[in-house]
């Protein structure tokens, strides 16, 4: 129960942040973006102190583990990989532009 209010206080401080941001429009831009990142700084704050946000937070921190055990590929396999997939999409797109024609060239034969 705690965790829904926590919850709720935070969007609206988020709702508050942004019809703040609107309402002293008059202001100066820095200082309206500077409030509504310090609003939404306290929001964030309020929502990782719940069970969400600390398996949000849990969640963002394996991801970042497993991206850094990923073999990414050089440079190289990278250029030819894409050199590849280039010229099976030109190969495909011929392919289909002649089957295309061939179909053409056929309803206009039988239809006259």
């Excluded at 929001?43 to 970042?64: H, K, P, V, Y």
Aim: charged share 15%; proline share 1%; hydrophobic share 60%.
């Amino acid at each position: 129960m705690l965790d829904n209010i926590k919850l709720i206080v935070a969007v609206l401080l988020i709702a508050g942040g942004i019809g703040g941001f609107y309402y002293y429009a008059d202001q100066s831009q820095l200082l309206r973006v500077a409030g509504l990142l310090a609003v939404a700084g306290v929001a964030l704050a309020i929502a990782m102190q719940t069970e969400l946000g600390r398996s949000i937070w849990a969640f963002a921190n394996d991801s970042r583990a497993e991206v850094r055990k990923v073999v990414w590929p050089t440079r190289q396999e990278t250029i030819q990989t894409t050199l590849v997939v280039v010229v099976v999409v030109l190969l495909v797109a011929i392919i289909l532009w002649v089957l295309d024609m061939t179909l053409l060239w056929a309803v206009r034969s039988l239809t006259g």
